[in-house]
């Protein structure tokens, strides 16, 4: 097992399979992570994500002095109930824009692992499609 590497992320989990979303700051990392709560999902954490190989998955955790927090932007920071660990199973990538109605299958390689990337996009189904994403997968069809 590899050392744990920390990234600047939010990370949010359902039922143990986790979203690592990345983005500069400011472009909304803890708000995807606030809406994805809302849906139902898990705080793992918010602004630093540990990543660490486990075998052929990637697990996030959250470091000690963050747990229990989240930031909402022009509210202040909010406590939350949060877990332990979990399988990152996809990656949103904040900073670049989705063009494509449907897009090829991109990846990205975290703790030499290849993740499923997508990239932003400007609708109001983005959250409900990453929670989606996380119950089901995404079809090869």
């Known amino acids: 097992m590899a050392d744990p590497q920390t990234v600047h992320a939010t990370c949010v989990a359902w039922n143990g399979n986790a979203v690592l979303i990345r983005g500069d700051a400011g472009q909304g990392k803890s708000a995807l992570g606030l809406a994805l709560m809302g849906l139902g999902c898990a705080l793992l954490a918010d602004d630093r994500v540990k990543l660490q190989r486990v075998g052929d998955d990637v697990v996030g955790r959250c470091p000690d002095n963050i747990r229990g927090l989240i930031e909402a932007r022009g509210i202040g920071i909010l406590n939350a109930d949060t877990i332990d660990e979990a ?44 929670l989606q994403y996380l119950k089901a997968g995404r079809s090869d069809r």
């Open 87 to 130: 399988i990152i199973r996809l990656v949103v990538d904040l900073n670049e824009t989705e063009q494509d109605r449907l897009p090829a299958r991109r990846n990205v390689t975290l703790c030499d692992v290849d993740l499923p990337l997508i990239r932003r996009i400007d609708a109001p189904h983005f959250g409900p499609a990453i």
